[in-house]
């Protein structure tokens, strides 16, 4: 079989680069309204589709309709997505603008660059995200943007090619962009977020987040009627420059690149734009065959219907994720507890949060659709539930048998006390009772007084078992996240 090599042979120039960030990050569930209050004593502002002035208020010079932006998803999502209070139980999105220009420097090379605004979204579940949006300066080129990119979305940089980087915002300097963000963009999430083991090792600092690169979803228009299958596939990896500054193309063959867009792609709107979805890159290419009207309403789907519907599927993976990071580290014989907490959130989950239609539009239809496929939230969705299934009928099986113990044992103490009589030894106990004669007893005796001071004891202990197990399942839901 023969395989065509790919090359870059032109840099291709684009007018208008944007980029939303998304960081996820685990916060403590019950300590949400006081994260909530916090923010909002921090210059945050809580996202109220009812308030006009915050259409365009974070998008740079793009307008959003908060209209439109609430009839384009079905009314159980609508009210997930777009609560009008805090008290409810939905995505609670916290909004600021921060109007600072920056600069980030990676092996010589020097991207300017916009901070538009921040959202701290507090999400069901204890799942938070710090999303960003930026614009990059429109001199630059498509490898030049996706470099730019490329290097954003690593929060810390483990291999060679990614160390380096150097941001310069205002009078501050930060060597990588989870410092950027945890101590410059939005310090107020730090005391609140689930830094460190807790619980015999649960949790840690995101233990499941993919490779510590946040997603990323772009809108670059680009001077060029349409683009060769190389740069297409470099927008959908965000393939920059190499370290010797040499276009990067991580693929060997363009067959394997028009295999592996095949799915990614979506020409609803070819030859003027197109989108591509992949496991952590949702990129908008507009060609220079767009109208103003187009571009203008491109932009706004980007910052608005596009945003939310990423946001939620994202949410979507990360949740069934968590949820299988906390079965993955249960511990049979100390949580059983926490086996029956997970249960009670996946049926939450299931009921206010995961619907598969999202949207009566059939171009947000067809978004969500690639987005379930890709991100294997249905996949993902029927592990966790069967497993915990699983892991409950068999605890159920467990508590049966307990139950079978005791009920043996209740049942031995009266088949004892209804063959002998426990007359013969009680009513000979009073106040001037000899408890010396005692040694006197038959073996008939000595049985009834056995059956009945075990019993006592016995009913003691259940007694105590049943306080004990009572106060030690009130501490457990305490310390449940």
């Known amino acids: 079989m023969n395989f065509t090599l790919p090359s870059v042979d032109e840099e291709s120039k684009i007018s208008k680069a944007l980029m939303t960030s998304m960081m996820p990050f685990l916060f403590v569930a019950k300590k949400d309204k006081e994260l909530s209050e916090e923010l909002l004593a921090n210059g945050f502002k809580f996202f109220d589709l009812q308030d006009e002035t915050q259409e365009s208020a974070y998008y740079g010079d793009i307008h959003i309709s908060n209209i439109a932006l609430n009839q384009h998803f079905l009314p159980y999502i609508e009210r997930r997505l777009f ?25 010589e090379r020097h991207y300017h660059f916009q901070i538009l605004s921040v959202d701290v979204i507090l999400c069901p579940f204890g799942v938070g995200f710090v999303n960003l949006r930026i614009e990059l300066d429109s001199e630059y080129s498509l490898s030049e943007a996706l470099d730019f990119m490329h290097h954003f979305r690593i929060l810390e940089p483990k291999t060679l090619d ?28 730090q005391p609140f977020t689930i830094h460190d083991e807790v619980r015999n090792g649960y949790y840690g600092s995101l233990p499941f987040f993919e490779d510590e690169r946040m997603l990323v979803s772009s809108y670059i228009e680009v001077d060029e009627d349409e683009l060769p299958i190389e740069q297409i596939y470099r927008a959908s990896q965000l393939d920059g420059y190499t370290e010797d500054g040499i276009p990067l193309v991580s693929a060997g063959n363009k067959e394997h690149m028009k295999d592996y867009l095949q799915t990614k792609v979506n020409n609803r709107y070819m030859p003027k734009l197109c989108d591509i979805t992949t496991e952590h890159v949702q990129t908008t290419i507009v060609f220079r065959q767009a109208d103003d009207v187009l571009r203008k309403k491109a932009r706004a789907r980007f910052m608005g219907v596009h945003y939310y519907n990423v946001l939620l599927h994202y949410f979507y993976k990360l949740t069934l994720l968590e949820l299988s990071f906390r079965y993955s580290e249960l511990s049979w014989r100390k949580d059983e507890i926490y086996v029956e907490k997970l249960m009670k959130q996946i049926t939450m989950f299931s009921s206010k949060f995961y619907f598969q239609e999202v949207s009566s539009r059939s171009s947000s239809r067809e978004t969500a659709k690639r987005l379930r496929n890709i991100f294997r939230i249905d996949e993902l969705f029927g592990d966790v539930a069967k497993t915990l299934d699983a892991l409950y009928v068999n605890q159920e099986k467990k508590a049966d048998q307990r139950q079978n113990q005791l009920l043996f044992i209740l049942t031995m103490f009266s088949v004892i006390s209804g063959i002998f009589g426990m007359n013969l030894v009680i009513n000979e106990w009073g106040n001037d009772y000899n408890w010396m004669k005692v040694f006197e007893y038959s073996i008939y005796e000595w ?17 105590l078992s049943t306080v004990y197990l009572w106060c030690r399942r009130k501490v457990q839901l305490k310390k449940w996240y």
Do not use: Q, W
Request: hydrophobic fraction near 45%.
């Open 83 to 107: 609560p009008s209070s805090m008290d409810e139980d939905a995505f609670h999105r916290f909004s600021k603008a921060i109007p600072k220009k920056g600069e980030l420097v990676i092996h």
């Open 162 to 189: 990614e160390k380096g980087v150097r941001l310069f915002v205002s009078s501050y300097t930060f060597h990588t962009i989870n410092d950027f963000i945890m101590m410059y963009i939005c310090p107020e999430i």
């Open 447 to 463: 049985i009834c007084l056995i059956t009945a001071v075990s019993g006592l004891l016995m009913s003691a202990g259940l007694l």
